[in-house]
């Protein structure tokens, strides 16, 4: 049977802050571990918050006993062009060139940018998982569906689920197969706050009317901001070069990123362990 090609994960959500870049190194990391081929690109090669994460990486790796696996990594800036149409042609064919590039890889990883874009929209469309990161704040969950009554209920979809509904939209229309859209609770608090099971109760009614699943993700955790600068995830930290004192916390932390790759499927149960 003939290859179908790479499958593509797209980290979505046009709010910053969100932890899309923390999250797709985690689950690139996860991946190689897997045994996989992985290339990743960077929409946001501006602000290249997973550019950066990489470089760290590469930079780490360096003085490090055994390699550190690495994907094949691609920043994009966005075109500059003062004619819109331009623009938007020359970043569709800078995208188009590197998962050209990144064909022969398993898995190919887009982070994109906390704002709206052609060239986002670009990526969104070919993804055939979308994650999108969600910090457990009313604040945030506006951006899927507008919220009313004090936080009470939710009246119709907002703006990211609009523009998330018209790329299924086009997807299909193309004849693609169905986004698998997965919106990813993350920074959640360890308390059992009020706030915390009433935006439950709202994502549960969202998800239901916009089509997205819902995966556990990350607890608010210093150890994330602590492994950037040196480009690590917690599924690093076991190696004895590492540097990392493991604490039990590390231990739950990386359970989570375990519980996570698990909801997204995509990998078959006998691959999806991820090495200790």
Do not use: C
């Not at 009470?152 to 509904?165: F, K, L, N, Q």
């Amino acid at each position: 049977m003939a290859k179908l090609g790479p499958h593509i994960i797209v980290l979505g959500n046009e709010k910053g802050g969100s932890g899309k870049s923390t999250t797709a190194m985690h689950l690139i990391v996860a991946l190689l571990a897997a045994g996989k081929r992985v290339g990743s690109i960077d929409l946001d090669a501006r602000q290249g918050s997973l550019s950066r994460y990489v470089e760290n990486r590469r930079k780490t790796a360096e003085g490090m006993l055994t390699p550190l696996p690495m994907p094949t990594h691609i920043p994009i800036n966005q075109s500059q062009t003062d004619s819109r149409d331009m623009a938007m042609r020359e970043d569709e064919a800078n995208l188009v060139a590197a998962l050209d590039q990144l064909k022969d890889n398993d898995f190919i990883l887009i982070d994109t940018p906390g704002s709206d874009s052609a060239l986002s929209r670009a990526a969104h469309i070919r993804a055939d998982t979308l994650i999108s990161p969600l910090n457990d704040s009313f604040l945030d969950l506006d951006l899927f569906g507008r919220i009313e009554d004090e936080g009470a209920t939710i009246r119709r979809p907002s703006v990211y689920a609009e523009t998330v509904w018209e790329q299924r939209k086009r997807r299909a229309m193309a004849g693609g197969r169905p986004i698998d859209w997965v919106v990813m609770r993350n920074r959640l608090s360890s308390l059992d706050a009020r706030n915390k099971r009433d935006i439950g109760k709202l994502l549960e009614h969202l998800a239901k009317r916009i089509g997205f699943r819902i995966a556990p993700g990350f607890t608010e955790r210093v150890i994330f901001r602590e492994l950037f600068p040196r480009g690590l995830t917690l599924l690093d930290l076991s190696r004895k070069d590492a540097g990392v004192q493991w604490r039990m916390s590390h231990v739950a932390a990386r359970q989570e990123v375990r519980d996570l790759l698990d909801a997204l499927n995509l990998l078959p149960p006998a691959e999806a362990d991820i090495p200790a």
